[in-house]
C-alpha cells in the first residue's frame, strides 16, 4: 500500500471517529434538543412527545446513531429544527460562499503576508524591529477576536466613517447597479472582518513562521552556504526559506481550527452572513441539526486540511519520500 | 514539587518578558483576591434613569454600563470568575492530559493505539465547537458544568506532548535498571516518567490557562460561558455590545482586562519555555 493511500485512510478514519464522538457528546449531555422547547410558554407534554417520536429521540442510542449515520453517508445532514421546511444542506449552501470568500481571504493573507513578516523578523534577530514585531504578535496573539471586531468598528466605521460595519452589501445599494460598483461595495464590505480575522491570526503564523527560519538558520548547510561567499540574499530567500517550506505547510493544519473558530465570532460582530452566523444564530435557537450539520463539516475541512498539507510536504520535500 | 515550582519561577524571573508577564499577572491575581470587598457591589444598579453609561468619574473609576453598575467592580469581579474558570479547566485538562499521556506512552500496544486515534478524531473538531454541542443541549450552564466542559476538551494536545516524551525516556538507562529492579509500573509513571515530563507540562500549563481564558470570553460573549449577572469579561462585552458608540469604555475596559491577562501569563509561559529549552527564542 502506498503511503499516500495509508494516509488518505487514516484521515478517514480520523473523521469516522471525530463524528461519532460528536453525536455521544451530544447525546450524553444532560437534557434533549427538545428540553428547552417548554422554556419561553407551556409546551404540552403530548406535542412535545409527538416531537421527540418525529426526530427519532425516543429511540435507543444506537438506533438513533443508526438512523444519524445513513442519511450522513449519502451526504445529508437532516433537517433544521428552527426552519422545518429547510434542509441543513441547503442553509450550509446558502452561508458557505460568503464563509470562503472571507476565510479564503484571511488565508491568503496569513500565507503570503504572514510568512513573509515571520521570515523577515527571523532575517532580524536581535534588533529591535524584532523585538518591537514580537509584542506586537503577543499583543494580538492576547486579543480576542470579537473585541477587536468591536473596536475596529468603533474606530474606523463609527469615529471616522472610513467603512461599513455590517453585511456583505449594501442593502441601499440600487438593484441595477453595475457589476463594478457590486464588487467594491462588496470589498468595502469585506475590508474590516477580513482585517480582524487576519490579524487575530497572524500572531500564530509569523511566531510560527519564525520559530521555523530560526531553526533553519542554525544547520550547517547554512554555514556552507555563507562561506560558498554566496550573497545573504540568497542564504535568506533560497536556501533557509525554502526549507522552512514543510514547517509552514504544518502550520496550515494546525491553522484551520483557528480560522474557523475566528470566523464565528468575527462574523457574528460584522454580521457577515456566512457559516459562523448560521452557528451562533443556531446556538440561540438551539437548532442541534444545524449546529451539528456546521461541526461535521468543519472537522471534514480540519482533517482535509491536514491531509492535504502532508500530500503536499511529501511532494516537496525528497527526504521524506526517501526515509 | 515545591522545589520544581521555585526553579519555574526562578528561571521565568531571570528573563525580561517572564519577569514583565509574572508582575503583570500578580497585580492582576492581587486585585482579584483583595479589592471586591473595597468595591461597590458589581450586580447593584444603583440609578438606571440617570446613572447609566456615565463617563469615567471620581466615583466610578471606569463609568457605569447600561445598567448604572460600576465597570472597574463588574471588571475586578470578572477577574476573579475568569481566574477561577481557567485554574479549574486548566488543572483538570492538564492532569487528564498527563495520566492518559502516561498511561498511553508507557502502556503502548492497543492502549495507546486506541488512546491516540480517539485523540485525533477530537483534535478534528476545533474545540469551540465541542463546547458549542454541548452548550447546545442544555438548559442552562452552571459555573461548575463550565469548567468541567472546558477542562474535558482541553487534554487531547497535553495529552500528545506527554506521551511523545514518554516514549523517549522510557527509553533511558534509569528506567530499564528501575524495571529490572522489578519496580511496578505504577511507581515507574510516577516516580521516574512523570517527574521528568514536569517541563514540558509546566509551559504546556501556562499557555493553556490563557487559551482557556480566551475560549470562556468568547463563549460567555455569544451567551453560553459565565451566566449573568454574574459579571465575567467576555459577557462585559456582549452587553456593551450596542453602547460601542455612545460608550466605549463599557467594552474598553473589559477588553482590555483579557489583553492583559492573557499577555502576561503567555509571557510567563515563553520565558519558561526558552528557559527548559534553550534551543530558540
New interface residues.
Partial sequence: MSWAFRRMLQAF??????V???FF??RL?????L??LG?ERPFPPAALAALRARYGLDQPLLTQFRAFVKPLARGDLGISIQHPDHSVNSLIAERLPATLLLGGTVLLINFTLGTWLGAWQAFRRGSKTDHLLTIFT??L???????LG??L??LLG?EWHLLPVAFMHDPLLSPDAGPLTRFTDLLRHLILPAATLSLVTIAATVRYQR?AI??VLQLDFIRTARTKGLQERQVRWRHAWRNAIGAVLALFGLWL??L??GS??VE?VFAWPGLGTL??E???T?D?PV??G??IL??AV??LGSLLADLAHRWLDPRLREG | MKESVRHALRVTWARPEGRIGLIILAIIIVAALLLPPLLQDPRAQPDILNGSLRPPNSSHLLGTDHLSRDVFSRVVHGARVSLAVAAGAVALSITLGALIGLVAGYAGGWIDAGAM??V???M???????L????????HIPLTLLILAIGCTGWFGTSRLVRAEVLRIRQLEFVRSAEALGARRRRIIFRHLLPNVLGPLAVATTLAV?DVI?LE??LS????GVQPPTPSW?GM?LDA?PD??SA?WT??A??VA??????SV??VG?ALRDALDP??S
Fill in positions: 478514519a480520523t473523521f469516522l471517529v471525530a461519532v464522538l460528536m457528546l451530544m449531555a444532560p437534557g434533549d434538543p428540553s428547552r422554556d503577543l499583543l496573539y492576547a486579543t480576542p477576536s470579537f473585541w468591536l473596536v468598528v468603533w463609527t520559530a530560526l531553526d481550527p483557528l474557523v473558530a464565528v465570532f457574528s452557528a451562533a443556531a446556538i440561540g438551539r442541534y449546529i451539528m456546521s461541526t468543519v472537522s480540519v482533517v | 486515534r480517539l485525533d478524531g477530537a478534528a473538531v476545533p474545540r469551540l465547537f465541542l458549542l454541542l454541548i452548550a447546545a443541549v442544555m438548559d490563557g480566551l470570553a468568547g460573549f455569544l451567551g453560553l467576555g462585552i455590545k460601542i458608540i466605549p467594552s474598553l473589559p477588553g483579557i489583553v492583559l491577562t492573557v499577555l503567555n509571557l515563553e534551543r530558540e
